[in-house]
């Protein structure tokens, strides 16, 4: 979608000029994970009411869709999935993390991605965690 004439958009204190051609992307997701007919108190964040075994939602069909869907799916959807729970095991196995609340409580700002705010983790290196480096990339094998 492009804007058809130069347009300002004013939010707050701040302004935002657009020239005319200018490409916009409209996020349609957050207006639909904030429907309450979905989910009960959608402003709340409540990562578990994305887990499959967390109470039903109103409706059987996610709105939340990461990767896309249909023709247009992310091919590279299996592969960040995997990498993501490789890189959480990682640092399970070597870290102890805490939740760090002196931030204030969690919000989200939305960009072309859904970004979380105040989401503070204070992570402590358990005796897993091997400190150092080696001498030559030979001594890794």
Not at 16 to 24: C, Q, R, S
Not at 58 to 85: D, K, Q
Not at 96 to 124: K, Q, S, W, Y
Request: proline content about 9%.
């Amino acid at each position: 979608m492009q804007t058809v004439r130069d347009i300002t958009v004013a939010d707050g204190a701040d302004a935002l000029h657009l020239k005319a051609g200018t490409l916009v992307m409209p996020l349609l997701t957050h207006a639909s994970d904030a429907d309450d007919s979905r989910y009960p108190d959608p402003g709340a964040f409540e990562p578990e009411r994305w887990l499959s075994s967390s109470a039903p939602r109103t409706t059987g069909v996610s709105p939340f869709l990461p990767f896309g869907g249909g023709p247009r799916f992310c091919p590279g959807r299996n592969l960040a999935l995997i990498e993501m729970t490789m890189v959480v095991a990682m640092v399970c196995h070597h870290f102890e993390l805490e939740a760090d609340t002196t931030a204030g409580p969690v919000g989200e700002r939305v960009t072309f991605a859904m970004m979380p705010t105040n989401l503070g983790i204070r992570m402590h290196p358990t005796d897993r965690l091997r400190m150092g480096h080696r001498k030559s990339s030979a001594d890794a094998w």
